[in-house]
């Protein structure tokens, strides 16, 4: 589990292990649901936080899901006055929430722009939701990936900055409670999932680009 859990969910074990003792001790019925319900909520926002450890593919052409979820768009379109080829993925309440990167490389910029808080399914929330950008350029070319806070998503987290060396499927941050992440590729990039696809972050393959 991510540290940043800790302190949405030790609280509330605490709290529910207290609501507990108090209610055995007054015999109230309940107190005692009210500390099982505690105790769910605490199992639930603990699990929001779970990291995984992820098997990264080996092939150097290989570039794999930031995020787990569902691949909810492909689009081609352009990205500062450059065509590239677009995947979206939709990352549930229930998915693990770290994000990675797709390709290895240097982080050549980072970017935190602040915008609206809409329904992160959707294909405006790409460019008027706030979002942490961030561009990965390795021997594949450059990668640009959108972290996307959504309607529950509020906090986007990111542990690394520009000039950062990544390994592929590294853990770069991540996206409190569920959002979406965008990858945007060259138009030479060749996508292997379609919509509707599930996709694990540092393990499935999205497509390839690049050589050996």
Known sequence: MVKEGYGYGLPLVLIAGG?????????????????????????????????????VPSDPRAIVSPADGRIVELQ????????????????SPLDVHVNRSPIAGRITSVEYRK????????ASASL????????????????????????????????????????????VGMIKFGSRVDVLAAPTAQWQVRVGDRVRAGSSVLGTTGSD
Not at 26 to 51: E, M
Not at 115 to 122: D, I, L, P, S, W
């Open 19 to 55: 609501v507990a003792g108090f209610g055995y001790r007054q015999r109230s019925l309940y107190l005692l649901l009210l500390a099982l319900l505690l105790a769910l909520l605490s199992f639930l926002v603990l699990n929001f936080f779970r990291d995984p450890e992820r098997t």
């Open 128 to 171: 008027s939701n706030e979002q942490n950008v961030f561009a990965v350029e390795g021997a594949q070319g450059l990668v640009v990936v959108k972290q996307i806070a959504g309607v529950l998503a509020r906090r986007i987290v990111f542990w690394k900055r520009a000039g950062d060396s990544l390994e592929r499927g590294e853990r």
């Open 76 to 91: 081609e379109e352009e990205y500062e006055g450059q065509p590239v080829r677009r995947v979206s993925i939709f990352m």
């Open 115 to 122: 915008g609206a808080f809409r329904m992160a399914a959707r």
